[in-house]
């Protein structure tokens, strides 16, 4: 079982429409969550982070937490051919004076059709 | 612009050759991080500086791969004796180290092609 995991896709949407990008996750211990936008041949840009259960809103996306699911979510509204990307979910536990570890997903390649 | 750099953006090298990148953090940010990543893949962790420290490797860097941070300011990724398998994009991230808030941003990648 992978650490982290994301329906690779193509996820296609109408223009206009809510998209919806699904993580689960299998450490338990793991305190952060994070979905980065990549466009093809580009590096990940930051889109949301969350940290608590719950509904988080930031413009036009709502990043969506339960750990006791062990599942991140992204719901994009009002989505626009720019949106059209590869959404990377990536989970975080903190090592204290070690630092912190980043385990990605394989990304779910989003499609946004005019 | 203030975010993070890397140097070269592309590199194209044959078979047994040795190449180094560069990568300079965000200027306030005490954490770096290198990834490497392949195509359809998610990002890999390699390895992980604290100011000069490198704090966690992982199994995927081989005796082949190297890095530096020598004044906990910017650093070198090295690949030894590269192999076709070594061709991919390698992110460097850095972070201010907020405990478990800290974010990491990437810098634009090098893409590496061995030949």
């Known amino acids: 079982q992978k650490e982290v995991e994301q329906n690779s896709g193509p996820l296609s949407v109408p223009e206009g429409a809510i998209a919806s990008l699904n993580c689960t996750y299998s450490?338990?211990?793991?305190?952060?969550f994070f979905w980065y936008r990549q466009y093809s041949g580009k590096s990940p840009e930051l889109i949301m982070s969350?940290?608590?259960?719950g509904d988080k809103e930031d413009g036009r996306f709502t990043a969506q937490l339960n750990k006791a699911s062990q599942y991140v979510s992204l719901l994009i509204r009002d989505s626009q051919p720019s949106d059209s990307a590869t959404y990377l979910c990536?989970?975080?536990?903190?090592?204290?004076?070690?630092?912190?570890?980043?385990?990605f997903g394989g990304g779910t390649r989003l499609m946004v059709k005019p | 612009d203030t975010g993070v750099s890397q140097d070269p953006r592309h590199k194209i090298t044959k078979r047994g050759q040795n190449v180094t990148f560069r990568c300079d953090p965000i200027s306030e940010h005490n954490r770096l991080y290198w990834y490497r990543q392949t195509l359809g893949q998610g990002p890999e962790f390699l390895t992980y500086?604290?100011?000069?420290?490198?704090?966690?490797k992982s199994r995927l860097l081989s005796d082949r791969f190297s890095a530096e941070r020598p004044k906990g300011s910017f650093s070198t990724l090295e690949i030894q004796r590269t192999e076709q398998g070594d061709s991919a994009m390698y992110l460097c991230?850095?972070?201010?180290?907020?405990?478990?808030?800290?974010?990491?941003?990437f810098g634009p990648g090098t893409r590496l092609t061995v030949l």
């Open positions: 991230a850095s972070s201010s180290g907020q405990g478990v808030t800290d974010t990491q941003y």
């Open positions: 969350i940290y608590s259960n």
């Open positions: 500086f604290q100011n000069e420290a490198q704090l966690e």
């Open positions: 990536a989970v975080n536990r903190w090592l204290g004076n070690a630092g912190n570890m980043l385990t």
């Open positions: 450490d338990r211990v793991s305190q952060s």
